[in-house]
């Protein structure tokens, strides 16, 4: 009776979800944030059921197995000194902010670690398709935002590991926190050495012509990577992300994607449903100052880092803004990253739900100033062209004694 009422509520979210989705290209919004609200609705209908945790974390395990397909660890390589320049970059103008942020709304240490963590990580997915959408992908600015994001999301991987271990380990002090710095490099290490080193033999493995045996046996790595990355303490999207970085590249990693892609859309999709279900939608308005000040604030941070990144690669005005405007919107790292552990619901602002009302505002109005920042910028440039044409027509002379 409990299964049937699971699947029933799962059919009733997932035409939910259609509709909603529907609604929200016709409006050209991000489907992040309509799902989520999607679950804010549904959560007075019915509770989220068993089906619909094990599908949401499956959600979390498929997408970060396709952040870990789309990356080469010979391009990683490769383009290192770019990635870590431009990550580093960014990382040191966001991430204080959450730091500061998590200090004064009187977080313990692991909160305080989440919320810079969720405050600095960009969406890569909306992101990468605003870009799209926008035809921006030949832009002079891409490439670095493009850096950008796959530093993010490499530091966010390790990130997410160490704060999962540091919690399973049951208390925070220097051996605790080396022992699992130890373990997530170890078993990175594993993973890459072995893509690095059995390319032709995983390549072997995985060119099965068979096509449901060839799902299965995909689906296979990707879930035992994930269990054996949960076995000794870390995420389980730790060890996705590592199944997607060592299958990256073979040569059927085109049809890898093609296969694994549906099912990440459908268990992303209730992964989003789930974590507006979880929030209390009671409550968001005593959220919403807090969250559009964070807002605020992680925006001009994301702006000026952007545009700081853009000044050292000597791009134009222009395209160091359109850099900066392209780095606020954020969404699913900061989502798990906010499901990561238990939250205290007794802190004057709950981090799980004031990460929704955060992620709401910055999916909406971050995709927004995305796509209408030309405009902005065309005005902010001329403005300063302006002034520095009027201060070169009227130089400053001395004033007589």
């Not at 919320?115 to 921006?136: C, E, F, P, Q």
């Not at 199944?243 to 989003?272: D, M, N, V």
């Not at 906010?338 to 109005?365: E, H, Q, R, W």
């Not at 062209?385 to 070169?392: G, H």
């Amino acid at each position: 009776m409990i299964v049937n009422e699971s699947v029933l509520s799962l059919g009733i979210s997932l035409i939910a979800l259609f509709f909603a989705g529907l609604l929200a290209t016709k409006i050209n919004q991000s489907l992040t944030a309509v799902f989520i609200v999607v679950g804010m609705i549904l959560q007075n209908f019915f509770p989220v059921t068993i089906i619909t945790e094990f599908i949401a974390i499956l959600g979390i395990i498929f997408m970060l197995f396709m952040f870990g397909l789309e990356f080469s660890v010979g391009s990683l390589i490769n383009s290192q000194r770019k990635i870590f320049n431009a990550g580093m970059y960014d990382l040191l103008f966001n991430f204080p902010i959450g730091l500061f942020m998590g200090w004064i709304l009187g977080y313990d240490l692991i909160q305080t670690l989440l919320m810079a963590g969720i405050i600095y990580v960009t969406s890569s997915v909306i992101v990468a398709k605003s870009i799209i959408d926008l035809k921006r992908s030949a832009n002079p600015e891409t490439e670095y935002i493009l850096n950008i994001l796959i530093f993010e999301d490499m530091f966010i991987a390790v990130f997410l590991a160490s704060i999962v271990g540091i919690v399973n380990y049951g208390h925070i002090d220097a051996k605790g926190i080396f022992f699992v710095m130890l373990k997530t490099t170890a078993f990175f290490m594993f993973f890459i050495i072995l893509s690095r080193t059995s390319k032709r033999f995983i390549d072997k493995i995985v060119g099965i012509e068979h096509t449901e045996l060839f799902v299965i046996l995909i689906l296979s790595i990707i879930v035992l990577s994930a269990g054996a990355a949960s076995h000794i303490g870390l995420s389980e999207a730790i060890g996705a992300f590592l199944a997607g970085l060592l299958l990256s590249e073979t040569k059927q990693r085109h049809r890898i994607s093609e296969a694994i892609k549906p099912f990440q859309q459908f268990s992303t999709a209730i992964f989003f449903v789930a974590f507006g279900m979880s929030i209390d939608y009671k409550n968001v308005g005593s959220m919403i100052p807090m969250g559009i000040f964070i807002f605020i604030v992680s925006s001009f941070g994301k702006v000026f880092g952007g545009y700081f990144v853009g000044k050292k690669y000597a791009l134009s005005k222009k395209a160091c803004l359109r850099l900066g405007f392209s780095l606020i919107p954020r969404g699913e790292f900061s989502i798990i990253l906010a499901g990561a552990i238990a939250m205290n619901p007794d802190f004057p602002y709950p981090l799980k739900l004031l990460t929704g009302v955060y992620v709401l505002l910055s999916a909406i109005l971050g995709s927004i100033l995305m796509k209408e920042s030309d405009w902005f910028i065309k005005w902010f440039i001329e403005r300063k062209d302006k002034e520095a044409k009027q201060a070169s027509h009227h130089p400053a002379t001395d004033s007589p004694e």
